[in-house]
């Protein structure tokens, strides 16, 4: 079991931790708690010169958890994946209890809270920045397992199926209609190769900035489930639960992504569809965003009545 941080550290505490890890170049830096952190407990640095750093601690400390952010970090650093940059951590916990990194703040609003603010022009500008992001993050090779992708979803997307029986979000007709969908399409997922995906692209995680021109897309937020799958997976997400909320951001990101439209794009579009509803209604069970939670079984009940 994790073990959580109930006592998050003080600021006197992440002054010197960040004093000591950055070899004194962060030294003197005023420490505000950042309240927008869900999964870390995070804090502003701000400079002298007016420089900011984000000093991020993980509520539920995971060696592989941030052995794995680091290499992600490392992996989108050497490919100019737009995020905010990792300049110093402790993973050894040499100069605070808990494992922390210390990462670019990159001023901006995210997308959920500036989209009333995003003209037409604004929509069709961060559509095409979007796109142009999301394929130098899908650009890059990640193997994180050596099981192929094919046998990892048909093991989740069972599991998946199980685990919403149990939460009443299915009922026995309902998975076998989801798994009868997903077995008339299995063969699209054979060879597909593994990607560096983001797997939680919702508009909390596209940071906009504005500047004399407008709005404009300049980085994604929250790798905390990144993982080496399809990147299709990604795409669904964004076109069918992210996108609608801006509508005029779709025509120029489709334009831009470029993605393969074919029989065999179509049927893991149609496979993936289900499967992230699964999905979604699970993880957010489990970490109590009820109101998420239920978007995606009001979805399925959706998908389950057009297929009865």
């Not at 193997?143 to 094919?150: I, L, R, S």
């Not at 009868?180 to 560096?196: M, N, S």
């Not at 939670?293 to 979805?299: A, G, I, L, M, P």
Request: glycine fraction near 4%.
């Amino acid at each position: 079991m994790l073990r959580t941080v109930t006592v998050p550290p003080s600021s006197d505490e992440v002054a010197r931790a960040a004093d000591e890890v950055s070899g004194g170049a962060l030294s003197g830096a005023l420490v505000e708690r950042w309240p927008r952190g869900r999964s870390h407990h995070a804090y502003l640095l701000t400079m002298p010169t007016g420089e900011r750093f984000l000093f991020k601690v993980h509520k539920r400390p995971h060696p592989g958890r941030m052995r794995r952010f680091l290499n992600l970090a490392e992996l989108m650093r050497e490919q100019a994946v737009p995020h905010p940059t990792v300049r110093w951590s402790d993973f050894e916990r040499r100069t605070l209890a808990a494992p922390y990194f210390i990462q670019d703040f990159i001023t901006g609003e995210d997308a959920a809270r500036s989209l009333t603010a995003l003209s037409f022009t604004d929509q069709n500008r961060v559509g095409t920045e979007l796109a142009n992001g999301l394929r130098s993050l899908h650009a890059v090779a990640y193997v994180d397992t050596p099981v192929p992708w094919a046998a990892e979803l048909d093991d989740r997307m069972r599991t998946r199926a199980v685990e919403c029986r149990t939460l009443d979000a299915l009922d026995v007709a309902g998975q076998e209609r989801v798994l009868a969908h997903y077995e008339d399409r299995q063969w699209a997922l054979e060879d597909v190769p593994r990607r560096l995906t983001h797997d939680d692209l919702n508009l909390a995680n596209l940071l906009l900035q504005q500047r004399r021109d407008g709005w404009h897309f300049v980085a994604f937020l929250d790798f905390e489930r990144a993982r080496g799958r399809d990147p299709l997976l990604d795409v669904v997400r964004l076109e069918s639960w992210t996108l609608p909320a801006c509508p005029a951001m779709a025509a120029p990101f489709r334009a831009t992504y470029a993605a393969v439209d074919d029989e065999n794009a179509r049927a893991r579009s149609e496979i993936y569809e289900v499967y992230l509803l699964l999905a979604g209604i699970v993880w957010y069970r489990e970490n109590e965003l009820p109101e998420r939670e239920k978007f995606c079984r009001e979805r399925l009940q959706s998908w389950l009545d057009r297929r009865s």
